[in-house]
């Protein structure tokens, strides 16, 4: 069971950056153009987000405040956001505009990796909903900007 959830906080991240990629290889025409405004845009603003919402908000990581060794090597800074989470749910909310199937099972990835960073002892629940939500204000921001575009 450590296994997998080192595995899963450590190297799952990759899969929603495989399937993005994915989408950029084999989308055409105006899907491709509204995941690539979609991601280009989106991606910084979950990060700028992210860093904001981190100096706003200070949570020690677990294994800080409890004493403990976590399953995962990390840093005994600042927790807010979990920066795994909020690019694992960035990605899930871009594909989820041109793919509701694919983004839904993205949001289930992104769900294990939060699960799998709080059971490492390197995140609290509060880092992971608050770095999904991150996500979904950055993504939803980014649309909003670029239907007002597109209607210019």
Do not use: E
């Not at 950029?24 to 845009?41: C, D, E, H, P, Y």
């Not at 927790?79 to 989470?85: A, V, Y």
């Not at 999904?132 to 900007?145: D, P, R």
Request: with cysteine.
């Amino acid at each position: 069971m450590t296994l997998l959830i080192v595995f899963a906080a450590k190297y799952l991240i990759v899969l929603p950056v495989l399937v993005l990629a994915g989408y950029f290889v084999f989308a055409r025409g105006k899907i491709l153009r509204q995941l690539t405004w979609l991601t280009v845009l989106s991606l910084p603003v979950a990060y700028v987000l992210g860093r904001i919402a981190g100096m706003l908000y200070n949570d020690p990581r677990p294994f800080v405040v409890g004493h403990f060794t976590p399953l995962v090597a990390h840093a005994a800074d600042n927790g807010f956001p979990s920066d795994h989470t909020l690019f694992a749910a960035t990605i899930a909310m871009i594909v989820l505009y041109v793919d509701k199937r694919a983004g839904a099972l993205l949001w289930v990835v992104t769900l294990v990796i939060g699960a799998a960073r709080v059971f490492a002892g390197v995140h609290h629940i509060t880092d992971i909903v608050g770095s999904m939500l991150i996500a979904f204000v950055a993504v939803a921001a980014s649309q909003y900007c670029i239907a007002k575009l597109r209607s210019l």
